[in-house]
C-alpha cells in the first residue's frame, strides 16, 4: 500500500531528487535529472517498479528530522534491543550523482533489512545486475547505477538484499552513483566526508536567509526546499519534484509537475529577492530570458529545466498510479496552451529585477518589446487561463487582467528607467484593458468579479487582483470579490480554485483545496487591515506541513490529506512570501501593487 503523500521526506543535490518515505523506502528518484526516467517509481505503482528500502527489522518506532537548515535526513529507530540512526542525502554533485545512506548504530544490537530494486525508465526496465569489488553494477540501456557498501549483498528473484547487525558505535555506508553505462563508473565517494560535506554546504547556503524570527524556521525550509528543487546548471526551478501524483485521490487530475511554469515567475522572484538570494533570483531571472527568446507568438506557459520547449505529454500503462489514480502520464500537453497571463508575468519579472538592481543586457528590453507588440495585436482572444482548463477558450478575467499587469510594467519601464517605448499608445491600452476588465469581469449582482466575462463562476486567480496593483484591496469590488470567495471557494478554512463541478474544464469534478491561493488569501486579509484572521490562515496553512515541513499543491480537506505533486514549489513560494508580508512593513504583496 502507498504511503501518504506526507509520509516522504525530499532529499537532493539541486540536479534531482528523492522521495524517502517513513518507513525507510526510497520510491521515487529520477536520474540524472528531474525529468529523466526514474529508477525508483513505487511512488506511482508498488515495490517492483523500483525501490530502496533500508531500515531495521521488526516493529521499531521511527521519528525523523532534517539536520538544522539542511537536506540531509535523520531517521532514528528505537526498539527494545536497541536504536539505530539512518542518514539519507544527495551531496552537492561534482561528477555523477551520489545518493548515500548510513546506518549508525546507537544503542544495543539491531538488526536491519536493505532491499534494493532497481528498475529504469519509471519501472519498466529490469537491468542486468553483476558483481563487483565492494558492491554491484546495474546496466540498462544508457543508465548504469553502482551500489558500494561493505555488507554482502545477494541477489533474489530481480532484486538485490541483505541483512545484517548493527551495533553501538558502529558505522554501516550505502552509496549509490549513477553514470552513463558507456563509461566506467566514478571513483567511490567517502560517505560520511560526503554526509558532513553536504550539511556544511546546505548550512552556508541557508545563513544569509533575512526572516523574522517567529516564522524564521519555517522560511528557512520552505526555501531550502526551493534550492532543492532549483536544476543547478541552468538556475530553472521545477514546479515539483513528481509526477502525477492526483490532485483528487483515485481521480484523473495526474500532471507531470517536473517543468518550470511561467506563472511562478514573480512570486518566486520576491521570494528569493526578499530572503537574501539574489544569485538564485539572478539565475532564474537568465533561466527565464533564455527559455523565452524567440518568436513572441510562441511563448509557453512552462518549459524544461533547460528550457526545453516540447514536452509531449504521455501515459504509461503499466503503471497503475498512485493508490490506483490512473492514467500516470510524463510530459504536459499543457505546454501547448494559449494563456496571456504569462506575458504579465514575465515583463512584471523584469520590471521588478530592473527595481533591485538585476541588469541584464540591453537585448532584454528588446524582447520585451517584441512581447508588448505581439500582446497589442493579439490579447483580446480568448485564452485556457492560468489553471490550464482542457475545456473550451474564454475570456477569462485573470488573464485580461494580467495583459494589463503586462503593459503597466512596459510603461514603467519607461518611466522610471528612460527605455524607448511607445508611451502614449501604450498608456491608452493600458486604460482600455483597464476599463474592459472592470466593465465585463465584474458582476454587480454578485458584488464580484468572475472567472470569465459573461460568466457568474468565481475564480481565486482572483486573489491575485490586488496583489498586482489593478485595484486596492479597499476598492468595494475587490472586497466583495473577497468575500464572495469566502463564501462560496472555501472549504474548512481553505481555498479551492473554481468549482470543478460548475468550470468547464474538460476533468470529471473533484480536486483538494489549492494551497497557494490559500496564502493568497491571507496577503488579501493583511491588505485588508484583518491581519489577525491573516496569522490564523497563515497557522492553519503551516499545520498542514508534514513532520519535516514539507507541502504538496492541494489539501484534501475531508480525507485530511495532501494531495497533488510534492513538494510544491508554488506552496513554498507562498509560504515564505505571506510570511514576509505578516512580518514587514512593506512585504511583497505591498510592494509589488506599490512599484
Not at 524564521?216 to 525550509?221: E, H, L, S, T, Y
Not at 490506483?324 to 504579465?344: C, E, F, H, M, T
Not at 469581469?441 to 489593478?470: E, I
Amino acid at each position: 500500500m502507498t504511503p501518504p503523500i506526507e509520509d516522504y521526506a525530499l532529499i537532493g543535490d539541486c540536479h534531482t531528487a528523492a522521495l524517502v518515505a517513513r518507513d525507510g523506502s526510497i520510491d521515487w528518484l529520477c536520474l540524472p535529472r528531474f525529468d529523466s526516467g526514474a529508477c525508483f517509481a513505487a511512488l506511482l505503482g508498488a515495490e517492483e517498479h523500483g525501490r530502496w528500502l533500508l531500515r531495521p527489522r521488526g516493529d521499531l518506532r521511527a521519528r525523523r528530522a532534517y539536520r538544522e537548515s539542511t537536506l540531509v535526513l535523520e531517521t532514528e529507530w528505537e526498539g527494545p534491543e536497541g536504536s539505530v540512526t539512518v542518514i539519507d542525502c544527495m551531496p552537492p554533485r561534482t561528477i555523477e550523482p551520489d545518493l548515500v545512506r548510513i546506518v549508525i548504530g546507537r544503542r544495543g544490537r539491531v538488526s536491519m533489512r536493505m532491499q534494493l530494486i532497481l528498475r529504469f525508465d519509471y519501472g519498466s526496465i529490469a537491468p542486468w545486475v553483476q558483481q563487483m569489488d565492494g558492491g554491484i553494477r546495474a546496466i540498462a540501456g544508457p543508465d548504469a547505477l553502482v551500489l558500494r557498501t561493505p555488507v554482502a549483498l545477494r541477489g533474489e528473484d530481480l532484486t538485490t538484499v541483505a541483512e545484517f547487525d548493527v551495533a553501538e558505535g558502529e558505522r554501516v555506508p550505502f552509496v549509490l552513483t549513477w553514470h552513463p553505462s558507456n563509461e566506467p563508473p566514478p571513483p567511490p565517494i567517502d560517505a560520511d566526508r560526503a554526509v558532513e560535506l553536504s550539511a556544511a554546504w546546505w548550512r552556508e547556503w541557508a545563513q544569509p536567509c533575512r526572516a523574522g524570527p517567529r516564522w524564521r524556521d519555517a522560511v528557512v525550509r520552505s526555501l531550502v526546499t526551493l534550492k532543492a528543487l532549483t536544476f543547478a546548471p541552468t538556475g530553472g526551478i521545477v514546479a515539483a519534484a513528481t509526477t502525477s501524483l492526483p490532485e483528487q485521490l483515485g481521480g484523473v487530475r495526474n500532471w507531470d509537475y517536473r517543468y518550470c511554469w511561467l506563472r511562478d515567475a514573480t512570486f518566486t522572484l520576491y521570494a528569493l529577492l526578499i530572503s537574501g538570494y539574489r544569485d538564485e533570483a539572478r539565475a532564474w531571472r537568465e533561466w527565464l530570458l533564455r527559455a523565452v527568446a524567440g518568436s513572441p507568438s510562441e511563448l509557453q506557459i512552462m518549459y524544461g529545466i533547460a528550457g526545453e520547449r516540447r514536452l509531449t505529454e504521455l501515459e504509461l500503462p503499466w503503471l497503475p498510479g498512485y493508490g490506483g489514480a490512473k492514467p500516470v502520464r510524463i510530459g504536459n500537453a499543457a505546454s501547448r496552451q494559449l494563456q496571456w497571463d504569462v506575458y504579465g508575468e514575465v515583463l512584471d519579472t523584469m520590471h521588478q529585477c530592473r527595481r533591485h538592481g538585476l541588469e541584464g543586457a540591453a537585448s532584454d528590453w528588446a524582447l520585451e518589446r517584441a512581447l508588448m507588440e505581439y500582446l497589442e495585436s493579439a490579447w483580446d482572444q480568448p485564452d485556457e487561463g492560468i489553471w490550464e482548463v482542457r475545456g473550451p477558450r474564454q475570456a477569462f478575467t485573470h488573464s485580461r487582467m494580467m495583459v494589463w499587469v503586462a503593459v503597466d510594467r512596459a510603461i514603467k519601464s519607461i518611466e522610471r528607467f528612460g527605455l524607448d517605448g511607445p508611451l502614449d499608445r501604450w498608456r491608452a491600452l493600458r486604460a482600455a484593458v483597464h476599463d474592459e476588465v472592470c466593465a465585463k469581469g465584474f458582476d454587480p449582482t454578485l458584488n464580484a468579479f468572475v472567472q470569465a466575462y459573461g460568466s457568474r463562476l468565481l475564480d481565486a486567480s482572483l486573489l491575485m487582483m490586488p496583489l498586482v496593483g489593478f485595484l486596492p484591496a479597499t476598492d468595494p469590488r475587490v472586497r466583495g470579490t473577497v468575500a464572495a470567495i469566502e463564501r462560496h471557494l472555501v472549504r474548512d478554512g481553505f481555498v479551492a480554485r473554481y468549482s470543478t463541478s460548475e468550470t468547464q474544464d474538460g476533468l470529471p469534478p473533484g480536486e483538494g483545496a489549492f494551497l497557494a491561493c490559500t496564502f493568497w488569501l491571507a496577503d488579501n486579509l493583511i491588505l485588508l487591515g484583518r491581519r489577525a484572521e491573516a496569522e490564523r490562515l497563515f497557522e492553519r496553512l503551516l499545520a498542514l506541513r508534514n513532520d519535516v515541513g514539507l507541502l504538496s499543491e492541494e489539501y484534501d480537506v475531508q480525507a485530511r490529506r495532501l494531495v497533488g505533486n510534492f513538494p510544491q514549489a508554488f506552496s513554498h513560494v507562498g509560504l515564505v512570501n505571506t510570511a514576509h508580508n505578516l512580518a514587514l512593513h512593506e512585504g511583497p504583496a505591498d510592494d509589488r501593487r506599490r512599484h
